[in-house]
């Protein structure tokens, strides 16, 4: 048995070193990142303190957001076409949820320079594992500054509340996931819609080798979602779009939006006096 196993371990190794793609694998960041979660969230509450959290103001009790996942630039075509969409006048924000790019410092710069400033279309970014290889934490925090934070959009009678994760890792960590349930028992009352946007999807929807919380995390949040009446769970990372109710949170694992991918879509994320819908856009 112990034979066999290494053998797949092998031949494992030899697939990676073998791909096409091996400029755009980070083999050290395969293993283990050069950054930590606690060490990113210490820095998020750092650039917090001193960055206040945003709050939108809307004319109208309906308004849009327009969600993207997975855009892995390098190539932009499908980004730039999200972006056209994205500056209309009936989206009020953008939001990424991570993977946006390779982590490598070119990439960043080319998604940023693309990206509208935020007085322009305001728009809120989340680290997935690619943000993290090849050192790119450093950048990310560079232009983005913080990966845990939330923001809330005033509509004329209510406030909605989205709080955006950091599981670039692979997990909250400790202390992230204090920070949200102390959040979440001190604030939820205060609104009227809650969404989280995260990476990293938790359920298996399909035969996958991309990765998935450890199981006595994820008990945690699903217990704490349903406790304080989370409305929407929005994730990325298997680039296959999938829906899962459980209790009266709904999960969605959105498509990639990278330009390779045959289902590419990114979702429009529609608040209305009834409550949350959305839908899916593809780009092809």
């Not at 939006?257 to 856009?281: H, M, R, V």
Request: proline content about 2%; aromatic content about 12%; overall charge negative.
């Amino acid at each position: 048995m112990e034979v066999v196993i290494k053998q797949r371990i092998h031949l494992l190794l030899i697939s990676v070193l073998l791909s096409s793609c091996i400029g755009d694998t980070d083999l050290t960041g395969f293993i283990r990142s050069t950054d930590r979660i606690e060490d990113r969230f210490k820095a998020s509450m750092e650039w917090n303190t001193s960055n206040p959290f945003k709050t939108i103001t809307v004319a109208s009790e309906a308004y849009n957001l327009l969600l993207a996942s997975d855009v892995h630039v390098g190539e932009t075509e499908n980004y730039q076409k999200f972006l056209q969409q994205g500056i209309q006048n009936d989206i009020e924000a953008l939001i990424f949820v991570g993977d946006f790019v390779t982590g490598k410092e070119k990439d960043y710069e080319k998604f940023n320079d693309l990206l509208p400033d935020y007085e322009t279309k305001p728009r809120f970014l989340l680290t997935g594992n690619h943000e993290l290889y090849f050192d790119g934490w450093k950048h990310f925090q560079r232009l983005y500054g913080t990966s845990i934070y939330y923001f809330t959009v005033q509509t004329p009678s209510v406030r909605d509340l989205y709080i955006c994760l950091d599981s670039g890792s692979g997990t909250l960590g400790k202390s992230q996931l204090a920070w949200l349930k102390n959040l979440l028992q001190q604030g939820r009352n205060l609104y009227n819609q809650c969404v989280i946007f995260t990476h990293v999807n938790f359920f298996r929807d399909r035969h996958t080798l991309s990765t998935n919380p450890l199981v006595n995390e994820l008990l945690v949040l699903l217990d704490l979602f349903e406790k304080y009446r989370v409305n929407l769970v929005v994730m990325g990372h298997d680039h296959v779009r999938a829906e899962n109710q459980l209790g009266n949170t709904t999960y969605l694992t959105l498509d990639g939006l990278e330009d390779e991918i045959p289902n590419a879509s990114y979702l429009l994320l529609k608040k209305e006096i009834s409550g949350i819908t959305y839908q899916f856009i593809g780009v092809k």
